[in-house]
């Protein structure tokens, strides 16, 4: 997977690839709805080269961390954000067999923007779900935007599971209520249409993970 996402990074121009936004308003609307102090920690996962980072440094926000299995695409944001990077934790690392990730605490926004659908093996989801309930905080939000069950079956090429709002609910379970969701019809650089899912749970409760 690594070598899949450094080629699809330095292959392309971030502003070709399939899931470029210029500006991520979508996942902004859901991240302003959390009412966060900017002192707090926002996580995005698979954050890729995402102009997310660039809008959250401009917002305030001044505990971001930017982790993704590709290092070519953390490079690539670092470039383009140049002396603000230094604002910004960047973490190379697996979401499904953490090294890194797994020693951060308190997060009190995870944002994944695409990145769970490509997760098709059971192992794979419960080895995400166990590192999210480690380190989102009780009290702390999470954003999942994920294809929709209308959605294509691959992106960049990879087979993924396509999601509705219930089926997020399940995956995350009763520690985590639905705040809000809505479909978004998300339009490609290439002028193809991808229809998303976007939920954002509050987290309440920690009987089940210590
Ligand atoms: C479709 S891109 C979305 C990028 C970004 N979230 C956005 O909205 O622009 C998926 C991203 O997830 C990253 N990714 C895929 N599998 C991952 C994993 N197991 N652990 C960490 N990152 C992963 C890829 O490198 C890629 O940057």
């Known amino acids: 997977m690594k070598n899949h996402w450094n080629k699809v990074y330095s292959s392309k121009e971030t502003t070709q690839l399939g899931w470029y936004e ?24 698979g954050t890729g080269a995402s102009t997310l980072i660039d809008n959250l440094i401009k917002r305030g926000y001044n505990k971001i961390i930017a982790a993704d299995i590709s290092e070519e695409a953390l490079n690539k944001l670092k470039a383009r954000l140049g002396e603000k990077a230094s604002s910004v934790t960047f973490i190379v690392d697996n979401l499904t067999a ?7 605490k308190d997060i009190m926004i995870w944002h994944d923007r695409a990145v769970l659908h490509f997760l ?14 480690q380190v989102v905080r009780i009290g702390g939000y999470v954003i999942i935007a994920a294809f929709s069950l209308e959605g294509a079956p691959k992106c960049s090429g990879l087979d993924v599971k396509r999601y509705d709002v219930n089926m997020i609910q399940d995956f995350l379970g009763s520690n985590f209520i639905l705040k809000e969701h809505f479909n978004y019809l998300y339009n490609m650089p290439s002028g193809d249409k991808r229809p998303y899912v976007y939920t954002l749970f509050q987290r309440i409760q ?3 993970w210590k």
Do not use: Q
């Open 22 to 45: 210029e500006s991520p308003e979508k996942s902004l609307e859901l991240i302003d709805k959390c009412h966060v102090n900017k002192d707090n920690k926002v996580l995005d996962v």
């Open 98 to 104: 953490p090294e890194h990730l797994n020693d951060l």
């Open 120 to 133: 098709t093996g059971k192992s794979e989801r419960d080895a995400y779900l166990s590192l999210l309930s």
């Open 206 to 208: 920690n009987d089940k």
